[in-house]
């Protein structure tokens, strides 16, 4: 639903978002009437004090009033609940009643300030229980106010212009925005989109210095961002609504897939030796890659044994065989990592704790029980690392010997890139090489450090040819085809369950879009319904609930023209839109260049109901993978902790310790994840 347009402006909220609020405060208000009514009661309307007529005519514009703000919320919440998402005919009151809402402020304020006034001149000789329920409602007064004005803060849109304009360029829809009157509107209404977007990253990282390449990297997201944005016209609660949508009908479309036939690999066959030992290998560098997030993961996962451990490092002055750049003064960060790791100090060659953006710290050991050359890239810990992140176009990588468009993401291959000199021009590894000539070379890393750590080694890779790369959930979004078939011959990319982030990438946020236009323009609920329904079942399971759509009662010649709802939502087509009659995914059009994950992909799940209870014992499952399994974007309530480094790591431990478990290797000429 567009958001509405009250005062003259479009604001970040639409009329069917007021269900909730509006109930909220409507108990609080009938509470706080009682409260005044059984007050006035008690005192039959007559009060033995100074400023008695003041307080009697206080109490009862009180109760007038509250009884009108009762009236208005009632309405309010009741025309809110009706309709659905993309069929607002049944509110079409709602803009008086927001009108008639804001004015019972005015004489709500008055009596407010009245009531402070009595307190504050008459309340003396009053009982004391009389002066404690008016200074109570004073205050509540207030309270309100100011949580009301943070709400319009909250909800107000820089660019909520009245859609009128639209209408006049567009009174059959699109067609008519490509006079020069609406391409020069669109271009200016972009320009606004990318400003706006510039001035909320500005004030989100406010505490990072406005150099040059900040101030480029806020540019560069902003239009990211704005160009995302731009071609729907949806509120927060509408996506919310969507997505929770989805999630029921993703559940729903697993559950009626057959089950899998699976046979357990036998340990004694190339591909499950092959399996079983990058298990052993990936859980050995998980523990590294964990380790490079310093102190912050180490007492995330240790919170009762991790202080006192470090307690007694950190501060510690030592004479130390390795550097250390940057940012651990108090040498906490290395004492984790030596925790962590099993280290001694003479392992470690380089560590750097220097952070920016497009700079991020890693560190260079040598990992004795593996022979190998160790460098450990960190993840996402800061808001310079988010940057990075989100800096997510594309950029060419060209290499030698690889055939085919390379490109990657831009974020991560400058960082890549940063790494890079500093081991090869500081000659970082050709200290390392000089005191173990013999050791491999091994690269490794987590979420952001994981893309980084799959770019460094193709930029290493023809230097060091046996070089290995183990890649923890990395981005989605960091490869291109050419780029992530090369990587395979050394790269291994770890995976679990439904991690967002493997999955993450420009065209499958598109994906993501067109599928939640369809689902909320073809959903017949009330949006109120869909959100609470969908908290139910993200919280205690259940069945995926059959929402009834519009389409119920179509023909089925009617399918292949674009719902009018789904076309409401739109301000302008793009790439992302398709009709109902293709599902087809954009992330396979060439409106953006597509991205891939590097290397061979294992997948790690859990076996088993995909709910279990919180005292259960977890039973993993792996499989081989490829990147066409993450073209699309799972929602689930895992899709966060299924990323965090302590879960990859215990998934992993847990393989590796528990025998036997179940390999299920995919095969090579299948485009999907089947297992045999």
Known sequence: MPGMVV??????????????????????????????????????????????????????????????????????????A?????????????????????????????????????????????????????????????????????????????????????????????????????????????SMAVNVWESRLRLCCCCLPQDESHRAAFSSIAQLFSNFFSDTDLVPSDIAAGLALLHQEQDKVEQSRDPDVIATHSPSSPLGQDMETELEK????????????????YIYSNPFTGPCKLSGDCCRSRTAEYDIVGGDHLDCHFSSILQSTGLQYRDFIYVSFHNQIFEIPFF??????????????????????????????????????????????????????????????????????????????????????AGTAALLAILLRNSFPTLQCYSFSPPGG????????????????????????????????????????????????????????????????????????????????QLSQPLLGEESLMIRHSSSYQSLASDDSPAHTAAHLPLFLPGRILHITEDGPSRRSCFSQVRYRVEWSNEMAFRSILISPRMLSDHMPDAVLRALNSLTSDRPFSLCPSSSNNSQHNVI
């Open 364 to 449: 260079v050991a040598l990992d004795h029980k593996r022979e190998a050359v160790l460098v450990a890239v960190r993840g996402t810990l800061s808001l310079k690392d988010v940057l990075t992140d989100l800096s997510a176009e594309c950029e060419n990588l060209p290499i030698e010997g690889v055939s085919g468009a390379c490109y990657a993401h831009k974020g991560m291959s400058q960082a890549a890139g940063y790494i890079y000199k500093k081991l090869i021009n500081d000659g970082i590894l050709n200290q390392a090489f000089s005191i173990a000539p013999e050791y491999k070379l091994v690269i490794t890393g987590h979420s952001l450090g």
């Open 282 to 297: 990936a859980a050995h560098c998980m523990q590294f890659a964990a380790a490079a997030y310093g102190w912050p993961l």
């Open 7 to 80: 005062f003259g402006r479009r604001w970040g909220i639409a009329s069917d978002d007021l269900v909730f609020p509006g109930s909220f405060e409507l108990m609080l208000r009938v509470l706080w009437w009682l409260g005044t009514m059984i007050l006035f009661t008690y005192h039959k309307g007559h009060f033995d004090c100074n400023g008695k007529g003041v307080l009697h005519s206080y109490l009862v514009g009180l109760l007038v009033v509250l009884a009108l703000i009762i009236l208005s919320l009632c309405a309010i919440v009741y025309v809110s």
């Open 82 to 190: 009706q309709g659905t998402i993309t069929n607002p005919g049944p509110r079409r009151s709602m803009p008086a009643l927001v009108y008639l809402r804001a004015l019972l402020y005015i004489p709500e304020l008055v009596w407010a300030c009245l009531g402070a006034v009595w307190v504050s001149d008459d309340g003396r000789g009053c009982d004391p229980a009389t002066v404690g329920a008016v200074i109570a409602a004073v205050v509540a007064s207030w309270i309100i106010l100011l949580f009301t004005a943070l709400g319009v803060v909250f909800v107000f849109d820089p660019l909520g212009s009245p859609r009128s304009q639209y209408a006049t360029l567009e009174p059959l829809g699109v067609r008519d925005m490509e006079s020069s009157e609406g391409s020069q509107f669109l271009s200016t209404a972009r």
């Open 478 to 557: 960091l490869l291109s085809k050419a780029l992530a078939e090369y990587s395979k011959d050394f790269v291994v990319s770890v995976v679990l369950g439904k991690d967002l982030v493997p999955r993450l990438s420009i065209p499958n946020m598109e994906d993501l879009k067109r599928k939640i236009l369809k689902i909320v323009s073809n959903c017949n609920k009330p949006k109120y319904r869909i959100l609470l329904q969908g908290c139910w079942y993200e919280l205690f399971g259940g069945d995926p609930d059959d929402f009834p759509t519009e389409m119920d009662n179509r023909r089925e010649e």
